[in-house]
């Protein structure tokens, strides 16, 4: 398919791709499994509207409120999902590692559906919709941590950003959709009537039954499955996603490249334990995989996948993301559902710019050029922002329509794009990538964690910080952008065009995150010239020396296995 065919020529790994690899089936089930983001995207678009229309405070008692009770109504209301998300990462991991991902994700849609059930039924009780929404928390804090994932292990790493970025656009596309219906049915709908409120919470029917039957005609990831011991399985799911003979050597390769990661993970695991343990072999999945965990490299890569999901909620984006209605009444935004309108625009430019960097932009420039470049513009925007609304008052009573009012409207939807392709995207890219395959769902649970905490903090704290601090919310957030630009240049490698098996060559190298990469490209070069396969497609040893002149060792060329210093 040209969409995907298009990288094959960007495979410079020592196994590339064969060009049947990228193809619609491959497309098709990335977007399958991205439906379960629509869940998350649509929630996040339509709550902070929904509970502004008047037949929803009407009816569960926020027109009678106001100050600091009403931020603390709203507060609980939002942020009770986060809560959800949040426990729903810790059982997923269990749920996930045991059952594997499509089961995982099929059961947690119907929790979904059970959780929407709660909300409609509520009938003006506040307490079934903090319910509802905690139900519906868990799905979709579920799927985040195994959606992503599930695109990267199937992915060539030439389309691996494609594809697991295809989670966000899936996500915005939903997203945006929840702002359309917030609009739709306060113009259409009376004020008076409950539909107003029943029909964009019942339209979360919609994104459950949507994962149910796409992820029903799915396979299993291989990798899961080789892992489960089903060798057989995964070859016939690779046949069918890969379009390619039995045995192939590409298929052939996927499957032994796995297999000597498990067993070389599992030697190692086991050397651990006998050191700790004495003769006696502690069979305790959690004690092993933090034992792997705490090694200095794994280390790191867990400190960037938890960094990057704190950095990407200080951006501020989900403080415009929740309460952007309270947000452009602020810089000057209102009157007659003006207010609404101007969210559904941000919300076009926030998905549109998503898509495009996803499709166009995440392969070819990489993770961290996008993130440097949408840090230091967003901040620009953020601080005009805070700027605007000190010296306008904006927060404190109606402001005139004049310049500095539509540059801060501006400065909104800029922000938007720019957050679009950098810290929108690249988050759960990077996190989906970097770690080992045999402890790669417990340290993803955690980044995830990290994701729905940060989520819960922001969302639960920002009506607050409208109420109190006013325009210094925005100072607040064009701050941490500025610090997230030292971060990413020194820490962050580039990930793009590199295999899952060899991300352990990228951060076994010590050093800034340049220099990290530029080591790694010559480890790597270095094995696809030594690279021997025979007519099989097994995957013979070569001799590799080390990059600083060291010693040479024998290691496996599909293998993670890291290339020590010396």
């Not at 229309?53 to 106001?66: H, I, K, M, N």
């Not at 291989?222 to 070859?235: N, P, S």
């Not at 000597?260 to 995989?289: M, P, W």
């Not at 969302?459 to 607040?476: H, L």
Request: charge should be positive; include cysteine; hydrophobic fraction near 45%.
């Amino acid at each position: 398919m040209w969409l995907l065919s298009k990288f094959a020529h960007k495979d410079d790994s020592a196994h590339p791709a064969p060009i049947e690899t990228y193809n619609s089936r491959l497309l098709l089930l990335a977007l399958a499994a991205s439906t379960g983001s629509a869940m998350y995207g649509y929630d996040t678009g339509f709550i902070g509207g929904a509970i502004s229309l008047p037949s929803f405070t009407a009816r569960y008692g926020l027109d009678s409120v106001t100050g600091t009770q009403l931020a603390a109504l709203k507060a609980n209301i939002v942020s009770t999902f986060q809560a959800g998300c949040f426990f729903g990462a810790i059982i997923a991991y269990s749920v996930n590692e045991k059952f594997g991902r499509r089961k995982t994700m099929l059961a947690f849609a119907i929790v979904f559906v059970i959780g929407v059930t709660f909300q409609i039924a509520s009938s003006g009780k506040i307490g079934l919709i903090y319910a509802g929404r905690a139900i519906t928390g868990l799905s979709v804090g579920t799927m985040s941590m195994i959606v992503p994932v599930y695109n990267a292990e199937w992915s060539p790493p030439a389309v691996r950003g494609l594809t697991v970025g295809l989670y966000e656009c899936v996500y915005q596309t939903s997203s945006l959709l929840a702002f359309w219906v917030n609009y739709a049915v306060k113009i259409h709908q009376p004020d008076t009537s409950e539909r107003q409120w029943q029909i964009p919470f019942a339209l979360q029917y919609i994104f459950g039954g949507a994962v149910i039957l796409c992820m029903w005609f799915q396979p299993e990831s291989y990798r899961w499955l080789i892992k489960a011991g089903r060798v057989d399985d995964a070859r016939d799911a690779l046949v069918r996603i890969r379009k390619l003979p039995a045995e192939h050597p590409y298929i052939n390769y996927e499957i032994q490249s796995v297999l000597i990661q498990l067993n070389e993970e599992a030697q190692i695991a086991k050397k651990d334990v006998l050191r700790e343990t004495g003769n006696f072999i502690q069979r305790n999945e959690i004690y092993i995989k933090l034992k792997e965990v705490t090694k200095s490299g794994m280390r790191y890569r867990l400190f960037v996948g938890v960094s990057v999901m704190v950095w990407q909620n200080l951006s501020g984006i989900n403080a415009l993301n929740y309460y952007s209605p309270t947000i452009f009444k602020s810089i000057g935004v209102s009157g007659n559902n003006v207010d609404l309108l101007a969210t559904g625009i941000f919300g076009v430019a926030k998905t549109v710019t998503n898509i495009i960097a996803v499709l166009f932009m995440v392969d070819y420039f990489g993770r961290r050029g996008p993130l440097l470049f949408g840090s230091s513009l967003t901040f620009v925007f953020m601080m005009y922002l805070g700027i605007y609304s000190q010296l306008s008052g904006s927060f404190d009573h109606v402001v005139e329509k004049d310049g500095g009012s539509r540059a801060a409207l501006a400065c909104v939807y800029m922000f938007a794009v720019f957050y679009a392709f950098s810290w929108n995207c690249m988050p759960f890219i990077v996190c989906s990538e970097i770690f080992p395959m045999a402890i790669r769902n417990f340290c993803m649970t955690i980044c995830v964690m990290a994701q729905w905490l940060m989520q819960f903090v922001i969302v639960y704290s920002n009506p607050y910080m409208m109420t109190n601090i006013k325009y210094g919310s925005f100072y607040f957030f064009g701050a941490c952008l500025l610090l997230s630009v030292p971060f990413v240049y020194f820490i962050i490698p580039e990930t793009r065009g590199i295999s899952l098996e060899n991300m352990d060559v990228l951060f076994s190298i010590r050093g800034t995150a340049l220099k990290k990469r530029k080591k790694a490209d010559e480890i790597i070069a270095m094995r696809k010239q030594e690279v021997i396969m025979d007519e099989s497609g097994k995957v013979a040893v070569a001799e590799v020396e080390d990059v600083d002149g060291g010693s040479i060792e024998k290691v496996p060329t599909s293998s993670t296995r890291s290339i020590q210093e010396v």
